[in-house]
């Protein structure tokens, strides 16, 4: 099972580009977005033996992204996937640039300029549904046939299933973009956690009653649907969380043309938090959100969120 480890608390492991790493290399190759149990197995054919520099090799931007201009939102930013791949005895991660270029190196040049020349690979790790080189034309069998030529060991881990299907990232973000949070941490072995500065806001929580944090956010990470959640806050340097209530989406009582935002009031104490990173961590979905006739009402409304979220986190 993944290491039961906050992200917030940023271990820096080696992130680098190709031409970067240190060589040669034992390596994992994949997405790893989510790194659940299914990629774990991946990572572990890697660390179980001493064949080279414990690495994981990923592409940076996603190929979906340049090939098809998809939007796709990370479980895990880089530095947060670092943090987590440090315990598993990862040495390096590998953030392969992707564009149309490499796009359209075929699976046989993609092998041999940057898996064998490039990262001097002397073991590779990948799932069985791995796919490579232009138009995907590579799957494992071709892997496995490639290094052969090349004295390079080839591990393939089958996919993880459980009862409700095949272990995967996009099970982990759409039950995180329905609010499904429990669901998404029996898939990933952990909670889900996000980081965002705090940033100057309206004030207007303050003047009814509820001062929030206004947290700026990476554009690049995914998070859970619109809705008030019952959630644990803590600031970056700090160790400990302290219970909190979120609301995340657009403001339909105060401002409804306003843009997404994501507001946390800390429970039970004030705090300065201007100018800190806070790490949240989502627990529950209280409500979803709706608007209010007053502020007075809106108000009460916070009132028996909060008493809920204490309720949950208690």
């Known amino acids: 099972m993944p290491p039961n480890q906050e992200n917030c608390t940023l271990i820096l492991i080696s992130v680098c580009s190709p031409l970067q790493a240190h060589l040669p290399t034992a390596l994992a190759l994949g997405s790893f977005d989510g790194l659940h149990a299914g990629h774990i197995k991946v990572i572990?054919?890697?660390?179980?033996?001493?064949?080279?520099?414990?690495?994981?090799?990923?592409?940076?931007?996603?190929?979906?992204?340049?090939?098809?201009?998809?939007?796709?939102?990370?479980?895990?930013?880089?530095?947060?996937?670092?943090?987590?791949?440090?315990?598993?005895?990862?040495?390096?991660?590998?953030?392969?640039?992707?564009?149309?270029?490499?796009?359209?190196?075929?699976?046989?040049?993609?092998?041999?300029?940057?898996?064998?020349?490039t990262l001097q690979a002397q073991h590779i790790s990948v799932g069985e549904n791995f796919r490579f080189g232009k138009n995907r034309e590579g799957n494992t069998t071709t892997l496995i046939d490639l290094a052969k030529f090349s004295n390079i060991e080839i591990s393939v881990t089958k996919i993880i299933e459980d009862?409700?299907?095949?272990?995967?990232?996009?099970?982990?973000?759409?039950?995180?973009?329905?609010?499904?949070?429990?669901?998404?941490?029996?898939?990933?072995?952990?909670?889900?956690?996000?980081?965002?500065?705090?940033?100057?806001g309206k004030g207007l929580g303050k003047k009814i009653g509820w001062p929030t944090a206004n947290l700026e956010i990476d554009n690049r990470k995914l998070l859970p649907g619109p809705g008030v959640y019952a959630v644990l806050a803590k600031e970056t340097d700090l160790?400990?969380?302290?219970?909190?209530?979120?609301?995340?989406?657009?403001?339909?009582?105060?401002?409804?043309?306003?843009?997404?935002?994501?507001?946390?009031?800390?429970?039970?104490?004030?705090?300065?938090?201007?100018?800190?990173?806070?790490?949240?961590?989502?627990?529950?979905?209280?409500?979803?959100?709706?608007?209010?006739?007053?502020?007075?009402?809106?108000?009460?409304?916070?009132?028996?969120?909060?008493?809920k979220a204490i309720a949950i986190l208690s």
């Open 163 to 200: 009862c409700e299907g095949r272990m995967s990232s996009s099970r982990i973000r759409a039950a995180i973009k329905k609010g499904n949070l429990e669901v998404a941490k029996n898939l990933l072995g952990r909670d889900y956690t996000f980081n965002g500065l705090v940033v100057p």
């Open 239 to 307: 160790e400990d969380f302290v219970p909190a209530v979120m609301n995340l989406g657009t403001q339909p009582t105060i401002d409804p043309n306003a843009p997404s935002a994501t507001e946390v009031h800390i429970l039970k104490k004030e705090v300065n938090l201007k100018g800190k990173e806070l790490c949240i961590k989502p627990i529950k979905l209280i409500r979803t959100q709706k608007k209010f006739a007053s502020l007075s009402d809106l108000s009460n409304q916070i009132k028996i969120d909060s008493e």
């Open 44 to 117: 572990e054919a890697i660390t179980s033996k001493k064949l080279g520099i414990p690495t994981v090799v990923s592409f940076w931007p996603h190929p979906r992204e340049v090939l098809y201009g998809e939007s796709k939102l990370r479980l895990y930013l880089p530095e947060e996937k670092a943090s987590l791949l440090d315990p598993l005895g990862i040495e390096q991660l590998v953030q392969v640039p992707f564009d149309l270029s490499l796009a359209s190196l075929s699976a046989k040049d993609f092998f041999n300029k940057i898996l064998r020349d």
